[in-house]
Nanobody, 120 residues
């Protein structure tokens, strides 16, 4: 089981980034794939998670209306489109497999993180 996160970088406030999580086909035997983020000294939090069965999505309140999670099963990839980025979104972002909810403890396979920095 492998997950590979990419797409992070430095962006100005108000800008956009799209994160990608490439995964192996075995990932399909799961409840959900989620995006999580963590900053130093803080617990990892669930940002957005998407169900494998019906594609329904969950978003943490702080990103609703700005972030969109989607999946392309033909490409074995899950995306996180992040718009209207704020400095508070600065974190290392991880993708993971698990579920059915969007709490980090429900996820067992994790990719490496990708750094997102929102700064002018």
């Amino acid at each position: 089981v492998q997950l590979q996160a990419s797409g992070g970088g430095l962006v100005q406030p108000g800008g956009s980034l799209r994160l990608s999580c490439a995964h192996s086909r075995f990932i399909l035997d799961y409840y959900a794939i989620g995006w999580f983020r963590q900053t130093p000294g803080k617990e990892r939090e669930g940002v957005a998670c998407i169900s494998s069965s019906d594609g329904s999505a969950y978003y943490v309140d702080s990103v609703k209306g700005r972030f969109t999670i989607s999946r392309d099963d033909a490409k074995n990839t899950v995306y996180l489109q992040m718009n209207s980025l704020k400095p508070a979104d600065t974190a290392v972002y991880y993708c993971a497999r698990g579920g059915p909810g969007c709490s980090p403890h429900e996820y067992d396979y994790w990719g490496q993180g990708t750094q997102v920095t929102v700064s002018s």
